[in-house]
């Protein structure tokens, strides 16, 4: 039999309302990445009062908020993201995150992060989505692939037209949320 590989997640969140869909599916990721042996660091966003403000040439060690996700992540070998995409890209906050956290970094970047994996929602339907290109699906697979591990593996999970969802639609979500980060 084999033994599942433990795995240290962290796991950065991002929406600004604590009783929203995406809080639902960072509980439910959270819960299904623990309940299968995972080590989890969360990144709260908004809650930590995180500044996304990039100031070019700015020492990073003066924030602690940074400084923590940075500790977290030295030793972390997968990256769960749970945000909404909106206007067919990372919240602003997502995007500073990156811009903040990767030129702290050292030059390997984070080549030890072996898996990536976006869980998002997207207000437009999927067919919108296609013909507008993706580009936040694309930023993950191509652009935040040349900072992790190279054959680092980046899945994504969406509900598209969740506008128009019914509330069946966002329960079975969540449940494949569950399953899938179960099985990690």
């Given at each position: 039999m084999v033994t599942p590989t433990r795995r240290r997640v962290v796991l950065v969140y991002a929406h600004?309302?604590?009783?929203?869909?995406?809080?639902?599916?960072?509980?439910?990721?959270?819960?299904?990445?623990e309940g299968a042996?995972?080590?989890?660091?969360?990144?709260?966003?908004?809650?930590?009062?995180?500044?996304?403000l990039y100031r070019p040439g700015a020492d990073t060690g003066g924030d602690p908020v940074l400084a923590r996700h940075l500790e977290a992540l030295a030793t972390a070998d997968t990256l769960v993201l749970v945000h909404p995409t909106w206007w067919g890209g990372l919240p602003a906050i997502v995007k500073g995150w990156f811009d903040r956290l990767l030129p702290a970094l050292p030059?390997?970047?984070?080549?030890?992060?072996?898996?990536?994996?976006?869980?998002t929602t997207h207000g437009s339907p999927r067919w919108q989505n296609l013909v507008e290109g993706h580009a936040g699906r694309l930023w993950?697979?191509?652009?935040?692939?040349?900072?992790?591990?190279?054959l680092a593996r980046v899945s994504?999970?969406?509900?598209?037209?969740?506008?128009?969802?019914?509330?069946?639609?966002?329960r079975a979500f969540l449940d494949r949320v569950e399953r899938r980060l179960a099985r990690l």
């Open positions: 600004p309302l604590a009783d929203s869909l995406t809080a639902a599916v960072r509980d439910r990721a959270r819960a299904a990445l042996g995972h080590e989890v660091a969360v990144c709260d966003l908004y809650a930590e009062g995180f500044d996304p030059a390997r970047r984070l080549r030890h992060i072996r898996r990536v994996i976006v869980v993950y697979r191509r652009g935040l692939r040349t900072v992790v591990h190279p994504w999970i969406a509900l598209y037209d969740v506008d128009r969802s019914e509330l069946a639609d966002r």
